[in-house]
């Protein structure tokens, strides 16, 4: 995939607030279909296939197979999926992507987890009950999962018999299953678990809310609150911005916000699996950048392939984008060279100078707009052709402008060719 920097697109955010990364994370379960599938809003889902992203019905962004979504909306009519995308800054943005192009990815322990302890915050208790059931069978999830369930069949139990009573006993041994609930959001946070802690406390609240008629009664939380919101907010957000990071292969950005994201929520499953890919790729992309810098003097022509894998690794590592600037004349050589006296002379087949300026003109200026451009002999002329053609509507080129854009590369790849026999 291409170093894609979407924040050269421009992107209207939606009206969608800041803190939606957590509500987006954890949105309302329903349940799977196996047919046509028909997503939920809250559903997490995966690129079954390379497919680009589109906001506003223009390319936004190369999904590569395997990038997970959270859906914000289905139109099964229309066939589309509408996706959320967070910025930096938190705004959501809806993406979208033709619905035959994604799957609904299956909820595994942690994700069951979650969602139960979730269902049960926004007292849907039968759901909190099935889910958490189901966390309970995940072998790495069984403790936390079984200890939250028992808790809150506790206190749903106990709030169930003190609604009907109203007062007495069946209250105070609902204030003592409450009192029961804090510990336990107190033990799954020390365990690491913030925003299972999150949704039960919050779960809590609601339901004391509801039963006892004086709030004076509720046992109190045994967590600094505000701390727990903004650390649950954080690491929800972290785990979306890490994904998106990713899939543009911003390894290093990607590091960062596992960073941020474990210190929030130091159990969180999904980043401790995504560092181990992250700090892969970036110890692969360093090695390239060492045979780039190896071969430097002796090889250039390996030497800049070599950076170019890097790059496609890992599009932000500070060394090799230290490497490219340092390298860039060599670069520009085999990606776009000039059209000087030289070239011009070497150039197959021949071309007026003019019409050769200006497919470089348009070339350097309409195709870098999302991407970087490839070494001119990582194809062929027929396969330029192809793309150029592929990406004249993103790029609004029109076949005129194509025309002379192949013109320039045609015979720029002659004189790239001719560099490399010569050396
Ligand atoms: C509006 C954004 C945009 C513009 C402008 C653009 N591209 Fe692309 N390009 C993409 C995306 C996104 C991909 C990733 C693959 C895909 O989704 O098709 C891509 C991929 C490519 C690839 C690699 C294909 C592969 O499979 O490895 C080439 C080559 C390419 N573009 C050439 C060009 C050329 C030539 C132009 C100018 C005529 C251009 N691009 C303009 C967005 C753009």
Redesign the pocket.
Same mark, same amino acid.
């Given at each position: 995939?291409?170093r894609?920097s979407p924040s050269?697109?421009s992107t209207v955010a939606l009206g969608l607030a800041l803190c939606a990364p957590a509500a987006l994370v954890c949105g309302a379960l329903h349940g799977a279909p196996a047919a046509a599938a028909v997503y939920s809003s809250g559903d997490l889902v995966r690129l079954a296939r390379? #497919?680009?992203?589109l906001f506003k019905g #223009?390319?936004?962004?190369? %999904?590569p197979k395997g990038q997970e979504f959270t859906v914000l909306k289905h139109e099964p009519a229309k066939g589309q999926v509408y996706l959320a995308f967070v910025q930096k800054e938190g705004e959501v943005i809806a993406v979208t992507l033709p619905d035959a192009s994604l799957e609904l990815v299956p909820p595994d322990g942690w994700a069951l987890l979650i969602r139960g302890t979730q269902a049960f915050r926004d007292q849907r208790f039968e759901e909190a009950r099935k889910l958490l059931g189901r966390a309970a069978q995940d072998p790495g999830f069984k403790g936390v999962a079984s200890g939250v369930a028992l808790r809150i069949e506790g206190v749903m139990q106990a709030g169930g018999a003190a609604l009907q009573a109203k007062g007495g006993p069946s209250q105070k041994a609902f204030i003592e299953a409450l009192s029961l609930g804090r510990d336990t959001a107190a033990e799954v946070f020390q365990r690491g678990y913030t925003s299972v802690a999150q949704a039960l406390e919050e779960g809590l609240d609601r339901l004391s809310a509801r039963v006892l008629a004086q709030k004076e009664d509720a046992p109190p939380s045994k967590l600094p609150r505000e701390e727990l919101a903004n650390r649950a907010a954080q690491a929800a957000f972290s785990v979306v911005r890490c994904r998106q990071a990713m899939a543009v292969r911003r390894m290093v950005e990607a590091r960062g916000y596992i960073d941020t994201g474990l210190k929030a929520e130091p159990a969180r499953p999904e980043l401790k699996a995504m560092l181990l890919k992250v700090e892969e790729d970036i110890k692969d992309a360093e090695n390239r950048g060492d045979s780039a810098e190896s071969n430097r003097r002796r090889n250039l022509g390996q030497a800049l392939l070599a950076l170019e894998r890097g790059l496609k690794l890992c599009s932000d590592h500070p060394r090799l984008l230290k490497l490219r600037e340092e390298m860039s004349g060599a670069l520009e050589e085999r990606t776009a060279p000039p059209v000087t006296a030289e070239f011009v002379a070497a150039a197959k087949p021949a071309a007026p100078v003019e019409r050769l300026e200006q497919g470089r003109q348009?070339?350097t200026t309409?195709?870098?707009?999302?991407?970087d451009? #490839?070494m001119l002999d990582?194809?062929t002329v027929g396969?330029?052709k192809s793309?150029?053609a %592929?990406?004249?509507r993103?790029?609004?080129?029109d076949e005129a402008q194509?025309n002379v854009?192949m013109e320039y590369?045609t015979a720029a790849h002659s004189v790239v060719g001719g560099m490399r026999k010569s050396q």
């Open positions: 995939m291409l894609l050269r697109f390379k #497919e680009t992203v #223009e390319p936004f962004l190369a %999904g348009l070339y309409r195709c870098t707009q999302c991407h451009l #490839e990582s194809r396969n330029w793309e150029v %592929g990406m004249a993103r790029a609004k080129v194509q854009i590369l």
